[in-house]
């Protein structure tokens, strides 16, 4: 508070008399200004804390419905066996053709 007064009297004094009511009227629009700029401010920080209390039970329901689908789809696929899996021998064909391989696997019987 001592430092407004301070800077009221060095403004009484260094300020002429005839421009006193223009310089008061600027700092009312200036106080006005800040006075709705800090209530804009702090409505949009009540709704943004809204918005957020609002998502988190969205968030945990998501969370929680993404689980239950993992789960079931991990429980409904067949386990891995443990054994190694062997190489296959595929016979290549001289020819190149996918139709000459198959051909080739269908006289081996593989």
Not at 11 to 36: N, Q, S
Not at 44 to 61: G, N, V
Request: proline content about 5%; aromatic content about 4%; overall charge positive.
């Amino acid at each position: 508070m001592g430092e407004f007064l301070l800077i009221m009297v060095v403004a009484i004094a260094v300020i002429p008399a005839r421009d006193w009511p223009t310089v008061a009227r600027a700092m009312a629009r200036t106080v006005k200004f800040i006075r709705d700029l800090i209530w804009k401010i702090s409505d949009s920080a009540d709704k943004i804390r809204e918005q957020i209390d609002m998502e988190k039970p969205i968030d945990e329901l998501s969370k929680k419905t993404m689980d239950d689908v993992m789960d079931v789809f991990s429980s409904a696929l067949p386990e891995k066996s443990k054994r190694k899996p062997t190489k296959s021998k595929i016979m290549v064909s001289s020819r190149g053709s996918p139709r000459a391989r198959a051909r080739d696997l269908v006289k081996t019987g593989k």
